[in-house]
Nanobody, 119 residues
Framework: VQLQASGGGLVQAGGSRRLSCTAS????????MAWYRQAPGKQREQVAS??????TYYATSVRGRFTISRDSAKNVSLQMHSLKPEDTAVYYC???????????????WGQGTEVTVSS
């Protein structure tokens, strides 16, 4: 199972950016998909997640500004508005699910896409 994230880049404070992540490979069950981020010198933190039933979670710091959505069965997006310099980080896509080769669910990670918000 591979996760390909895209959409990162440089954006001015107050601007918007849309991240996208597509899963490929032998994934047969997706329990949830999520976005995490890691800022320089900080631990990775969960930004938002969405379950197979469409239940969403947002970190307090992004609630009301970010929206996570499933665009298709194997694609998840993160629409970011009103970006702040503190949103600068490498954003990672995460999938919890089961592949055809596994007997239980696993966590899968994408390679990360960098978002830089300039003040």
């Amino acid at each position: 199972v591979q996760l390909q994230a895209s959409g990162g880049g440089l954006v001015q404070a107050g601007g918007s950016r849309r991240l996208s992540c597509t899963a490929s490979g032998s994934i047969i069950t997706i329990n949830s998909m999520a976005w995490y981020r890691q800022a320089p010198g900080k631990q990775r933190e969960q930004v938002a997640s969405i379950t197979s039933l469409g239940i969403t979670y947002y970190a307090t710091s992004v609630r009301g500004r970010f929206t996570i959505s499933r665009d298709s069965a194997k694609n998840v997006s993160l629409q970011m508005h009103s970006l702040k310099p503190e949103d600068t980080a490498v954003y990672y896509c995460n999938l919890n699910g089961r592949s055809s080769e596994a007997t239980r669910a696993h966590e899968y990670w994408g390679q990360g896409t960098e978002v830089t918000v300039s003040s």
